[in-house]
């Protein structure tokens, strides 16, 4: 036998396994809503951690056994439940929904065919076994018009981006609408450099592109400042221009399944600023839906507070108190009414909760407009996860699993009255103070976030605006990416102080520690280096102010563990910081968690501060802000981008948060 013939006959057994595998994961969805028809019958809810983990645990074993590696089989039935999930969920829907069931849909959505909404729109048809009617459209304003009309059945409006966060003009379209959100759903969004098959980079001179997406891909097109852009209404249109076109000297950005349906192939692929990049389309129909109980659900509602300090806190804490989680806050102006805004949330729970009514009557009480925009399932499925001891298939000792599960109460380690971060320990609130910022013990800080450039003297210019914008101190990121850092770093520095301005860099990587100290005012740890405990320890042994930033997986108590670690080694100059944790509403973007501001200033002296620059849209955050402080935050620290663009609108929007905070909500 040849070793061509060789070579295709292995070819051959894996086609043939490829084909079985394919067989046996039909099979298995189909069991799996064989699973969902008990559930409605039982009304069960349509997941079960702690039957996921003891299977992902049996997997992972037999996996090892068999010579497999385990996150190999832990990520790849990650996938498999996933997708049995929200099987479960679209078919218990639809049999809650028996009169909204067709075999067909029409869809409308933004632009022509391969645009990132068409591609949203398919795979929610395709999860729901139904046939998609295209409507393409120009506007979000036709999108919504053709539902309303009839000519649509349901219209998809991408409402964020994990890279570019939220459309407002997706936002302010709700507004003036009365169709219901009926769903969600979200998608890689992958950029590509379309081009004529047989074009190559350096030929390209015109780029054709959404705005979304140029603002996506920022970064590379900073580094290609040759090319000119021309803006389009979608990636749809992007991609059939250059299609008309029979230069090789035009590109479209775009997803490569988009592409193929215009002949264009990718130039270059993974053009977002972030490897993460995904969409959130929301669903809009002309009725609401019921959500079944036992699926996880979302409501979505728009309020007006009224016009009176502490009145967004004040319907904040109503959620608090009936245990509703909120995964999403956005302010946007309201038409015709200067300085006022109207506030959308997101909120963990179904329209039918009896706390939800209850607190929905509550709010109707203290707001001068509230209405319901649509209850719908959550599609968005956290991965179970398993800890490294049942990845490493490890004995687990019951008193190891009893402190894993943090159920052990009467450990002195857990002890807080004997802990340093404790009140009861130190009933005197701390207040860490480096030139003209301070925070904690009733005063309130302003750090701005800026990325680290190898240009000193853009910085300067950016410190002179962020001084006069009321910043007292500047955060810079991204150290790993400068090369020749140390000399940059004291160039950054002494930028920084000719404003009156303490220098704080993050350490994202243990790597970083050494470069930064000498350089630095203050530390930032990163929430990835939280649990790294050699690290904290290092930390420990140095004289300077330190802001440890909570784990976006990580509690409360976890959080406060590793301050006591810092505590414990010597340095007392600890800020905690809270930028969001992860939600069951979103695999990616975190959420901040204003329970845990409250919960931690009840417990701690420590000052804690909140960072928006990951959980909110950039420049749109200052009703959180503002929430924060009369919740007792001790600071914040807000992103600035001059990478952007619109940088004097920048820094004029963080004036006025900050004018906001430090007049017209002081706490007294």
């Not at 497999?68 to 089989?73: C, E, G, I, Q, R």
């Not at 930390?539 to 301050?563: C, F, K, Q, W, Y």
Request: aromatic share 6%; proline share 4%; with cysteine.
């Amino acid at each position: 036998m040849t070793k061509e013939h060789s070579l295709n006959h292995t070819r051959e057994q894996i086609s043939a396994l490829d084909n079985e595998l394919l067989a046996l994961l039909a099979k298995r969805r189909d069991l799996s809503l064989d699973v969902a028809r008990s559930k409605e019958v039982d009304i069960r809810p349509i997941r079960d951690t702690q039957r996921e983990k003891e299977l992902l645990t049996r997997l992972v074993k037999q996996g090892r056994e068999q010579g497999l590696d385990a996150h190999y089989v832990l990520s790849l039935y990650q996938s498999i439940i996933e997708d049995s999930v929200l099987n479960q969920q679209a078919y218990l829907q639809g049999r809650a929904n028996p009169a909204l069931q067709k075999q067909q849909y029409t869809i409308a959505y933004l632009g022509a065919r391969g645009s990132y909404s068409y591609l949203a729109a398919t795979r929610y048809c395709e999860r729901r076994q139904v046939t998609m009617q295209d409507l393409g459209c120009k506007s979000f304003d036709e999108i919504v018009q053709a539902v309303e009309s009839g000519h649509a059945d349901y219209g998809f409006l991408p409402i964020e981006n994990t890279s570019s966060g939220s459309i407002n003009e997706v936002y302010d379209v709700l507004q003036h609408t009365s169709l219901s959100i009926v769903g969600e759903t979200t998608i890689e969004v992958g950029h590509c450099l379309l081009a004529h098959p047989g074009a190559r980079l350096s030929q390209i001179k015109t780029v054709y592109a959404h705005p979304q997406p140029i603002s996506q891909c920022s970064r590379f097109l900073s580094h290609h400042p040759e090319l000119k852009l021309e803006y389009c209404s979608s990636s749809a249109e992007a991609m059939e221009q250059v299609f008309a076109s029979n230069e090789m000297t035009v590109a479209a950005i775009g997803s490569a399944e988009g592409g193929a349906l215009y002949q264009l192939e990718a130039v270059e692929k993974e053009l977002a600023n972030q490897k993460i990049n995904q969409s959130r389309f929301i669903v809009v129909a002309r009725k609401a839906i019921a959500v079944p109980e036992q699926l996880p659900a979302k409501c979505t509602l728009i309020m007006a507070t009224g016009q009176k300090p502490g009145a967004l806190v004040e319907a904040l804490l109503v959620l608090k108190a009936h245990n509703l989680n909120m995964s999403k806050l956005e302010s946007r102006p309201i038409p015709g009414t200067p300085w006022e805004e109207m506030f959308y949330l997101d909120l963990d729970a179904n329209l039918s909760n009896e706390s939800m009514q209850k607190a929905l009557k509550e709010l109707e009480r203290i707001t001068r407009f509230i209405k319901v925009l649509g209850c719908y399932p959550c599609e968005t499925v956290n991965p179970t996860q398993l800890s490294n001891s049942q990845l490493m298939i490890e004995p687990t000792t019951s008193r190891t699993a009893e402190l894993n599960d943090g159920n052990n109460d009467n450990d002195s380690s857990i002890q807080t009255s004997h802990r340093r971060w404790s009140l009861t320990q130190k009933p005197q609130l701390t207040q860490i103070t480096h030139g003209q910022l301070a925070i904690g013990n009733g005063q309130f800080g302003a750090i701005a976030q800026l990325k680290l450039t190898t240009d000193s003297q853009d910085i300067a210019q950016q410190a002179k605006q962020l001084k006069e914008a009321g910043f007292q101190a500047v955060l810079l990121t991204g150290i790993q990416h400068v090369q020749h850092v140390s000399p940059l770093l004291d160039e950054v520095k002494r930028a920084l102080h000719q404003f009156d301005l303490s220098c704080v860099f993050e350490i994202e990587y243990e790597t970083e520690l050494k470069q930064a100290v000498g350089h630095a005012d203050i530390l930032l740890i990163s929430g990835k280096q939280m649990h790294h405990k050699p690290l904290l320890q290092q930390i420990g042994s140095l004289h300077i102010p330190v802001i440890l930033e909570r784990n976006t997986m990580a509690s409360v108590d976890e959080l406060l563990a590793s301050a006591e670690t810092i505590l414990s080694c010597g340095n007392q100059q600890v800020i905690l910081c809270e930028s969001g944790i992860r939600t069951f509403n979103d695999a990616v973007k975190p959420a901040l968690d204003l329970a845990a501001l409250v919960q931690i200033k009840a417990m701690s002296h420590l000052p804690i501060i909140i960072n928006t620059s990951y959980a909110y849209e950039p420049l749109n955050e200052t009703g959180i802000v503002i929430a924060a402080k009369q919740l007792r935050a001790d600071g914040v620290i807000l992103p600035f981008m001059p990478e952007m663009g619109n940088v004097d609108e920048q820094i004029s929007l963080h004036r006025q948060c900050l004018s906001e905070l430090y007049h017209k909500h002081r706490l007294v």
